[in-house]
């Protein structure tokens, strides 16, 4: 299991960085895991020296993935996702003894380089919408050019730190929009957070995009005597029932707003 949550963290992060900064939400579903599971296992990944975990208050964490040079246990893709140690290469080694260019993976093709503007163009703005551009693309709404000029021109008529603060508690709570968090169209929860009303029609895609979940993970599982299910995993049958839970709540909100 830690070799999921380190696969994520990174896969998050790209081929060009070391760091990524995703909601513990986001390793629940991208690896398929309890939230307990994934939470022993970046401590387990933190004792053995592979990620070290930067605790930020009221943002989500950042993984730092460590990258030594003389000893680093890395992933590689044709490995799929098991851990091995690569040797420092010699400086005898020659070009020859590389693997040729048509066998190597290709890389991913990397985003859009986006134009920010004076007043946005800072690290820390950087960290915050590219959090949001990589949730977008997890909950495979990713933004088009058009709306990312549009998204940009209303946060730069925010500020530079209320436009971070909106881009965060979207990131966090999966909104594919950016909401001012001084608009009084928002409300705070019994823990203080921001959230925005919710519409039917929203609600309704939620409710879609989790029966389709729901339905891929119902194809691992095999029907045996008695009505019965037999499931590969534990976790597997409890990401099973939560995404049911999930789904019901979410009809009970849409039934109360019809």
Same mark, same amino acid.
């Given at each position: 299991? *830690? ?48 990620? $070290?975990?930067? $605790?930020?208050?009221? $943002? ?25 140690? &690569? ?18 993976? &290709?890389?991913?093709?990397? !985003? ?10 800072? *690290? ?26 549009? /998204? /940009? ?9 209320? +436009?971070?603060?909106?881009? !965060? ?11 001012? *968090? &001084? ?23 939620? /409710? ?6 729901? $339905?891929? /993970? ?6 045996? +005597? ?15 029932? !939560? ?7 979410? &009809? ?7």
């Amino acid at each position: 299991m *830690p070799k999921l949550v380190l696969l994520a963290l990174a896969d998050m992060a790209g081929s060009g960085s070391d760091q990524a900064w995703p909601s513990v939400q986001y390793l629940v579903d991208k690896t398929g895991m309890s939230r307990c599971s994934v939470m022993r296992s970046i401590q387990h990944l933190v004792s053995m020296e592979l990620v $070290k975990v930067q $605790k930020r208050p009221n $943002k989500t964490n950042v993984y730092q993935i460590w990258k030594s040079h003389s000893e680093t246990p890395v992933v590689s893709e044709r490995d799929h996702g098991s851990l091995t140690v &690569r040797p420092p290469q010699s400086q005898g080694e020659t070009q020859t003894n590389k693997e040729p260019i048509k066998n190597q993976p &290709r890389t991913k093709k990397k !985003d859009e380089e986006v134009k920010l503007p004076v007043a946005l163009n800072t *690290p820390a703005f950087k960290e915050a919408f590219d959090g949001f551009r990589e949730m977008r693309k997890i909950i495979k709404k990713p933004l088009t050019p058009r709306a990312l000029t549009l /998204i /940009i021109d209303k946060l730069e008529g925010w500020g530079h730190d209320v +436009a971070i603060q909106a881009l !965060d508690r979207s990131t966090e709570n999966n909104w594919q929009g950016v909401f001012d *968090p &001084r608009d009084s169209k928002f409300s705070q929860d019994k823990n203080g957070a921001t959230q925005a009303k919710r519409t039917t029609w929203s609600i309704k895609a939620d /409710i879609e995009n989790l029966s389709e979940m729901i $339905k891929d /993970i119902q194809k691992h599982r095999s029907e045996v +005597a008695g009505g019965e299910y037999h499931w590969p995993s534990p976790e597997l049958q409890q990401k099973h029932r !939560d995404l049911c839970t999930q789904r019901k709540a979410l &009809r009970n909100e849409q039934a109360s707003l019809a």
